[in-house]
Structures are given as structure tokens and as C-alpha cells.
């Protein structure tokens, strides 16, 4: 059975969301879990000055203290040119479910590793291509995927798909079932929550409908 799992590299409940989704993945092996970058904030110009950076520590101390995940708050991919674009990031992993779709996940969590913990600018191109190095990729290979037409059409259609099923918030697990969206979950969940969200899915599948949710709160990300 298929389920979509809306996400954001530069989402920060989705990094704290990771340790569940992993467990997810390793115990349900008859979910076909789909891994969909929905766009937290594709194309932004959002730089980050004091204001926003108290925005995000805030909600990083809330993340850390939901999920134990380690942040470095020395953010140290802030510069004059950094902007707080997720689309860079977004069509890293589209590349990637392109080349080596068996481990998008695994990608996507040495991402958000990259950035949260280690403070690596995920936007850049260079960072990107070096951690698709790491996977067995030749740079030019990656950056010459990562900037094509294709890739950037096939990005948007993932931000515009989540859009068409009502998903304003990440991470958001949901299921189509007879041409219905059907939410697993909204918003950050530890595996024990969400193991018996996924039990009483599977038993009943009787789930609730989307939430219509811009920025973080709570325990979302919403665009």
C-alpha cells in the first residue's frame, strides 16, 4: 500500500520527524512510502537576519526538546548571500529518487543532518553535488541533473502536488484512497504515537480529513 510523505529538507519538525520515519520505514516494509519535497518555502528570498534567526533557534530548542535531535545554532551556513530557499534542497532529492530512488531517504536525512547539525548551506550547489559524491555520484553527473529543465519542472510539480491535496503543513503522512486524501498524521509525532496512528490506520482504515493550516508552530512547518 502506498502512502505520501510530505517533507522539506529545511524543515525543521521533518529533521525532528526523521528518527520516526526511519523506524516507520524499517517496521512497516509492506507500506510503499512515497517521499514527496512539498515545498515549505520554494523561492524565497528570506534572509537571515537577528530577527530570523531568534525565529528559528526558538523553534529549533522546541524541535530538539520534542525529539532529542541535535541543532547547531551557530547556524553557521548564514552569509550574505544565504537565503532560506527550499527549492535548492527540494530538487537535490528529486535528483536523487531519479539516480538512486532506493534511497531518497537516506539522502534527504543527510541533508538536514548537514544543515541542523553540522551548519552546511544546503542551497549551494557545490554543498549538494559533494554530499550526491558521498553516495557514489560524480559531481558533474549530479550538478548537470540538478540543473536541468527537467528537474526543476519535476520539483514544482511535487510543490504543486502537495498543494492540489490540501497539504499546507509539514511533515504530513496521507494516503489516497479511493480518489480521497486520507491523513495519517499531521506534524511531528514520536514512533510510539505514530505506531499507533499507523496500527489503528491499518485496522480500521478510517483516518481523518486534511487540516488546512505560514511558518513554523506547533509542531509543524507551514507554508
Request: contains cysteine.
Amino acid at each position: 500500500m502506498k502512502m505520501f510523505y510530505f517533507t522539506d529538507p529545511m524543515c525543521s519538525w521533518c529533521y525532528g520527524f526523521s528518527p520516526a520515519v526511519k523506524k516507520l520505514k524499517e517496521n512497516y516494509r509492506d507500506i510503499d512510502l512515497q517521499i514527496i519535497s512539498g515545498g515549505f518555502s520554494p523561492y524565497s528570498q528570506q534572509v537571515v537576519d537577528q530577527e530570523y534567526k531568534d525565529f528559528l533557534a526558538f523553534h529549533w530548542r522546541n524541535v530538539n526538546q520534542r525529539s532529542g535531535q541535535f541543532f547547531d545554532h551557530s547556524m553557521k551556513f548564514i552569509s550574505e548571500t544565504f537565503r532560506y530557499d527550499t527549492e535548492p534542497s527540494s530538487r537535490a532529492l528529486t535528483v536523487i529518487q531519479e539516480l538512486l530512488p532506493k534511497q531518497d531517504f537516506e539522502f534527504l536525512s543527510l541533508m538536514q543532518k548537514s544543515f541542523y547539525a553540522e551548519g552546511r548551506d544546503i542551497t549551494n550547489d557545490a554543498v549538494l553535488a559533494g554530499m550526491a559524491e558521498e553516495f557514489g555520484i560524480e559531481k558533474n553527473i549530479f550538478l548537470e541533473r540538478f540543473h536541468s529543465e527537467e528537474m526543476k519542472r519535476k520539483t514544482n510539480q511535487g510543490f504543486q502536488f502537495g498543494r492540489q491535496l490540501g497539504v499546507q503543513g509539514f511533515p504530513t503522512l496521507l494516503t489516497l484512497e479511493n480518489g480521497n486524501v486520507k491523513v495519517i498524521t499531521r506534524g511531528f509525532q514520536d514512533y510510539d504515537s505514530l505506531k499507533v496512528i499507523i496500527d489503528n490506520w491499518l485496522s480500521n482504515l478510517n483516518v481523518s480529513p486534511a487540516n488546512n493550516g505560514q511558518s513554523c508552530s506547533g509542531d509543524t512547518c507551514e507554508c
